[in-house]
């Protein structure tokens, strides 16, 4: 009941705040005539700066105009703890991203962790797999998030798999990830599409968006730089190679076209550059420009 109380506190004195300082809340940062979002950022974006002063990072996401954001952990926070120092700073969780294994062994315990943070969206960015992945991973993996979807949609919350490059693997007429999203229910299985991570193995996202539609319900939006080499399917590039939003090799009114009509529920950047911090407005900007 005590940390309610504070929750709760905290969310009515952030308004308070937000209000008495003339902010227009209405607006979210990188939303403009075309794209409406929602819009919102992958914490792991500020991995680095989390380490040192989670408060003040939070402040800092706060200050770049983000409204909602993607967990990817707590900071050794709990999660009322962490909801209360989001409330703090004008911010909603409105997805996460746990741990595979987690999902695998003990669903229940991540749709109560969920349920605390107050998510709409619980998910994982990995699916564990020795060497390339296969399509015996695939069939189990598949099995898996049915099952982790079952019990988190007995609690309200929608479980996703976020792709990573490496399920682009041929099989018979398309990849591993068409096995993956025909062998998933879409009742209990959505998908977060990662921009970079279709790019980069040499796929369309536009394509892919328009083929799986409704599947899609998340996405993080990701440029990869020009000039890298693509059809890869290892799982990492050098952080340099995350550019600005409309730099790089995307062609982003054609995907974010797409996406508006598969109707996705979130969209988050997330940058893994060395230079984070710097690029962030840059996308924002680039985004409350485009035109599709």
Same mark, same amino acid.
Not at 39 to 59: I, Y
Not at 69 to 76: F, M, N, P, S
Not at 106 to 120: F, N, R, S
Not at 153 to 179: C, S
């Given at each position: 009941?005590?940390? =309610?109380?504070?929750?709760?506190?905290? $969310?009515?004195? =952030?308004?308070?705040?937000?209000?008495?300082?003339?902010?227009?809340?209405?607006?979210?940062?990188? %939303?403009?005539?075309?794209?409406?979002?929602?819009?919102?950022?992958?914490?792991?974006?500020?991995?680095? *700066?989390?380490?040192?002063?989670?408060?003040? %990072?939070?402040?800092?996401?706060?200050?770049?105009?983000?409204? =909602?954001? *993607?967990?990817?952990? %707590?900071? @050794?926070?709990?999660? @009322?703890?962490?909801?209360?120092?989001?409330?703090?700073?004008?911010?909603?969780?409105?997805?996460?991203?746990?741990?595979? *294994?987690?999902?695998?062994?003990?669903?229940?315990?991540?749709?109560?962790?969920?349920?605390?943070?107050?998510? *709409?969206?619980?998910?994982?960015?990995?699916?564990?797999?020795?060497?390339?992945?296969?399509?015996?991973?695939?069939?189990?993996?598949?099995?898996?998030?049915?099952?982790?979807?079952?019990?988190?949609?007995?609690?309200? $919350?929608?479980?996703?798999? +976020?792709?990573?490059?490496?399920?682009?693997?041929?099989?018979?007429?398309? =990849?591993?990830?068409?096995?993956?999203?025909?062998?998933?229910?879409? @009742?209990?299985?959505?998908?977060?599409?990662?921009?970079?991570?279709?790019?980069?193995?040499?796929?369309?996202?536009?394509?892919?968006?328009?083929?799986?539609?409704?599947?899609?319900?998340?996405?993080?939006?990701?440029?990869?730089?020009?000039? !890298?080499?693509?059809?890869?399917?290892?799982?990492?590039?050098?952080?340099?190679?995350?550019?600005?939003?409309? %730099?790089?090799?995307?062609?982003?009114?054609?995907?974010?076209?797409?996406?508006?009509?598969?109707?996705?529920?979130?969209?988050?950047?997330?940058? @893994?550059?060395?230079? !984070?911090?710097?690029? $962030?407005? +840059?996308?924002?900007?680039?985004?409350?420009?485009?035109?599709?």
């Amino acid at each position: 009941m005590k940390r =309610t109380i504070v929750y709760l506190t905290a $969310i009515i004195m =952030t308004s308070l705040s937000f209000i008495a300082k003339g902010e227009d809340v209405r607006k979210p940062a990188g %939303t403009g005539d075309s794209f409406k979002g929602p819009l919102g950022l992958q914490l792991w974006s500020l991995r680095d *700066e989390f380490k040192k002063d989670v408060p003040g %990072t939070l402040a800092k996401v706060r200050e770049l105009g983000f409204r =909602t954001v *993607e967990l990817a952990g %707590t900071y @050794e926070k709990s999660p @009322e703890e962490f909801n209360a120092m989001l409330a703090a700073n004008g911010l909603k969780a409105v997805a996460g991203h746990f741990g595979y *294994e987690r999902f695998r062994d003990d669903p229940e315990g991540v749709a109560k962790e969920a349920k605390a943070l107050g998510l *709409e969206f619980a998910g994982t960015a990995w699916i564990p797999h020795d060497g390339p992945f296969t399509e015996a991973n695939a069939h189990e993996a598949a099995k898996v998030m049915n099952h982790a979807g079952e019990v988190l949609a007995k609690h309200g $919350i929608k479980f996703y798999l +976020h792709n990573h490059g490496y399920e682009f693997v041929p099989h018979g007429n398309g =990849t591993l990830f068409d096995v993956l999203m025909k062998e998933t229910k879409p @009742e209990f299985v959505s998908f977060e599409m990662d921009v970079m991570w279709v790019v980069f193995p040499g796929q369309d996202p536009a394509r892919l968006m328009k083929k799986y539609g409704k599947r899609w319900a998340l996405m993080h939006i990701k440029d990869l730089k020009k000039g !890298v080499p693509t059809g890869s399917l290892a799982a990492g590039t050098d952080g340099k190679n995350g550019v600005v939003i409309g %730099t790089g090799q995307t062609d982003w009114p054609a995907l974010l076209r797409a996406s508006k009509k598969a109707g996705l529920k979130h969209y988050f950047i997330e940058d @893994e550059s060395p230079t !984070v911090l710097e690029q $962030i407005p +840059h996308s924002l900007k680039y985004l409350e420009k485009v035109k599709f």
